[in-house]
Nanobody
Framework: VQLVESGGGLVQPGGSLRLSCAVSGTIFSSKSMGWFRQAPGKEREFVAA????????FYTAAVKGRFTISRVNVKNTVYLQMDSLKAEDTAVYYC???????????????????WGQGTQVTVSS
């Protein structure tokens, strides 16, 4: 199983980025997926998650209304659209696959089985 994130970079406050996570090697379309982030000196934290069909999504309060998680199963790809970015969104962003869930999502990093290498998002003027 391989997860490869892309789309990170440097953006000004108030700007937007779209992260992508391409998944190979498993039955992606039937599993829940999540995005997490880790800022320097902080623990990895949950950002968003999506069920296999996309019908169920969940966001941490800090990003709700600004970030949107989505997926295109025929492309084996999950996305994180990030709008109205703030300096506090600066972190390495990771996508993760939860092989134990399909219609439900988990907020716990420990329950995700596979992780990507991460992509840096820096919000600064």
């Amino acid at each position: 199983v391989q997860l490869v994130e892309s789309g990170g970079g440097l953006v000004q406050p108030g700007g937007s980025l779209r992260l992508s996570c391409a998944v190979s090697g498993t039955i992606f379309s039937s599993k829940s997926m999540g995005w997490f982030r880790q800022a320097p000196g902080k623990e990895r934290e949950f950002v968003a998650a999506i069920s296999w069909s996309g019908g169920s999504t969940f966001y941490t309060a800090a990003v709700k209304g600004r970030f949107t998680i989505s997926r295109v199963n025929v492309k084996n790809t999950v996305y994180l659209q990030m709008d109205s970015l703030k300096a506090e969104d600066t972190a390495v962003y990771y996508c993760a696959a939860d092989l134990n869930r399909s219609s439900r999502v988990s907020l716990l990093a420990s329950e995700y089985n596979y992780w990507g290498q991460g992509t840096q998002v820096t919000v600064s003027s």
